[in-house]
């Protein structure tokens, strides 16, 4: 096997600290065009879909990627920016609202920069970079706050991947998940707290996360169980009863039961119940998406109305708030513990020099 070097290395390099934020992705545009390799890479990855591989191989080139590219650029559409996909603003906005804070703790010795996992700019395209510019230390935040294989686990093979073929593996640091982070409930908490000075509760607020199928939770995949604890410690931040919240799950895909109860299903049987209002929140969400305005901003919106619902109101996620922000900058200090920098390297290039080292 061949291994990658740094034929530009320089003892006299400084050594640094890495932080990489990285997200689900986007395509490159709301395109068909651009759609279908995104969609290939990310159903592709066996940590997404679990099911034997030649089998999929041909459910997805014969038949998906013939079909979803199509109807997924169209809802893409609904959500694309002058600046792009909103997914992308957002990540780059808390890579540089976290870059200016860290450099005022670490200054030139601290480099942040962020990944996608599917798409661009690629995990290994951005720790390659950071590891050219002399990142000796490397601590990778996934920016989900509750762990499952398909995303934080996705996240750090990508990541192994990549130093598998490396010849000098940095120091290296991941965080898998802050789902109970008193930090980050309590900015989730402010922020529909935030909601409610401008629009008052209304009769319920539901928890919504992505869903995934539930032979995962079968199998011992501990997402399930910390959405409801993200939702019960909000909850309870709030001082809501039982009775005034729920957790439920979006974005099912394919035909095999996933988590329940289905977001979807749940708001159009609520009017039903007496309940004529909601307001929804995804704390399983960093940055607004194409699932969060789309899905639960416009469809579910829709669903719920037309079956008799009188007010809906979706609540954002953190994005680049200050609170968010500042919450990550503390888990971030808080993984970095114990690591410092080296930008003076002069004494380690002439010993280096002096036993034959070229540079």
């Known amino acids: 096997m061949k291994y990658t070097g740094s034929p530009d290395f320089t003892h006299k390099q400084a050594d640094k600290v890495g932080v990489i934020i990285t997200n689900l992705g986007t395509p490159e545009a709301p395109t068909k065009q651009a759609l279908k390799p995104y969609l290939k890479e990310f159903l592709s990855d066996p940590r997404v879909v679990e099911i034997p591989r030649l089998l999929w191989w041909l459910i997805l080139n014969l038949v998906i990627l013939n079909i979803r590219p199509k109807r997924s650029a169209k809802a893409y559409k609904t959500v694309w920016g002058e600046d792009g996909s909103p997914l992308m603003v957002h990540t780059v906005n808390q890579a ?32 390659d970079k950071m590891l050219k510019q002399g990142v ?28 598998k073929a490396r010849r000098w593996l940095p120091d290296f640091r991941f965080v898998s998940q802050y789902c109970d982070d008193p930090r980050y409930i309590k900015a989730v908490a402010d922020k529909i707290r935030a909601h409610w000075q401008q629009h008052d509760k209304a ?35 709030l001082g809501l009863s039982s009775t005034e919240y729920m957790t439920t799950f979006q974005s ?75 919450f990550l900058q503390a888990l971030i200090n808080d993984n970095l513990q114990g690591w410092d920098v080296h930008l003076d390297n002069d004494t380690r290039q002439q010993r280096a020099m002096a036993i034959g080292a070229l540079k």
């Open 252 to 326: 099912r895909f394919g035909r095999e039961e996933w988590l329940k109860p289905y977001t979807d299903h749940t708001l159009q049987g609520l009017p039903a119940q007496g309940v004529e209002s909601v307001q929804i929140v995804c704390p399983g969400f960093s940055s607004d998406c194409l699932e969060t305005i789309e899905e639960i901003g416009i469809e579910n919106r829709d669903y719920f109305l037309e079956a008799g619902g009188k007010r809906y109101e979706y609540i954002p996620s953190l994005n680049s708030d200050e609170a968010h922000i500042e």
């Open 136 to 163: 000796r230390k490397l601590l990778v935040l996934p920016l989900y706050p509750q762990y499952s294989g398909s995303t934080s686990g996705s996240t750090f093979d990508a990541i192994a991947a990549d130093f």
């Open 96 to 127: 540089n609202a976290l870059r200016n804070k860290l450099q005022v703790q670490w200054g030139e010795g601290v480099v942040v920069e962020h990944a996608m996992r599917y798409g661009n700019p690629a995990i290994a395209t951005t720790v």
């Open 203 to 237: 009769a319920k607020l539901i928890f919504s996360y992505h869903g995934i199928p539930k032979r995962y939770l079968d199998n011992g995949d501990p997402y399930h169980c910390q959405c409801y604890k993200t939702s019960r410690l909000i909850a309870e931040n």
